[in-house]
């Protein structure tokens, strides 16, 4: 409110701010009848989550406004702690844990956070739900009594873990749709960010939930954000760090990255799941294997290819792939110190 000439030079920086941030729809109400239902919604948000819960506490609190992301991470981890929901994407994680756990194996399970959601349904208007932290598509096949058993089943777990939408396809067409939403998210996400790395790695099904907290963190670390779409069935993770290489943000989000999959290794999965290792992870590979499992490695390869015609310089290790990175050179700390020099 104000002056006019000054509201929209404040709109102005608001809109640069959530562009910045991600955001994939700005919607100004044209008439006061839209204002008021804007507003009718956030107001109504308290009574609404009784749709989803039988009781509530709700709590009141302030912290300074540069640490919300932070304290809304750290209310999530004391959530998952005391065994209660204060509804976020990891619980999405969750849900998948339960059905492994209850030995229903679909044909499908994959799962997309907030991010991702946005910019798929703006891209293809798939029907999901938008604002949502995370959406799983799960698919059931089988004989029609067992996938009517296992549907129930799942429908328990999914409500147990706060699901506030359950959507079934009604048809071929809607089913199809649904997938086009999932399909489209990788190519959708250059929508909200100029530049992205696609990682690849994989995580036991039961530490889904944990990763996803701990890929959150890294990338509040490095101030970039990450997109999550992965097979969640099987625990293939997908995380796209999106980055600005305008902005000079390159070489953060190659951190993150590489981040992201020694990240996987340590929580007892593998540095890839279904694309491979390549000279991008490569060096990351003394963190899975020991010296003498390389070594192995190389010698196999050595009696198939002894001349390395096949991807020479990918999968192992080496001090040249290892010591130098593809891309715009950078120089040495010994060069910026005037040490050395650059012939």
Known sequence: ????????????????????????????????????????????????????????????????????????DRIAGMGDEAGLRVANVFHAGDVVSDIVAAGIVPAAVEMMDTLAIEAAEEAVHAGYTVGVAAALVVELDGPTQECDVQFEQVKKICDAHGCTRLHIAGSAEERAAIWRGRKSAFAAVGRISPDYFVQDGVVPRTRLAEVLSRIAEMGDEQGLRVANVFH????????????????????????????????????????????????????????????????????????????????????????????????????????????????
């Open 232 to 343: 969640a069935g099987d625990g293939n993770l997908h995380p796209l760090v999106l980055y600005s290489a305008a902005a000079e943000e390159t070489e953060r989000a190659e951190k993150l990255s590489g981040q992201i999959a020694e990240l996987c290794v340590e929580l007892g999965g593998s540095l890839s799941g279904e694309h491979g290792i390549g000279t991008d992870k490569a060096c990351s590979m003394p963190k899975m294997f020991s010296e003498d499992d390389l070594a192995v490695m190389h010698r196999v390869r050595l009696a198939f290819d002894p001349d390395g015609l096949c991807n020479p310089g990918k999968v192992l290790p080496t001090p040249r792939l290892c010591g130098e990175r593809p891309g715009k050179y950078r120089p040495h700390a010994l060069e910026e110190a005037g040490v050395i020099e650059r012939l």
């Open 1 to 72: 409110d104000g002056p006019v000439e000054e509201s929209e030079s404040q709109f102005e920086q608001v809109k640069v701010i959530c562009d910045r941030h991600g955001c994939t729809r700005l919607h100004i109400a044209g008439s006061p009848e839209e204002r008021a239902s804007i507003w009718r919604g956030r107001k109504a948000a308290f009574a609404a989550v009784g749709r989803i819960s039988p009781d509530y506490f709700v709590q009141d609190g302030v912290v300074p406004r540069t640490r919300l992301a932070e304290v809304l």
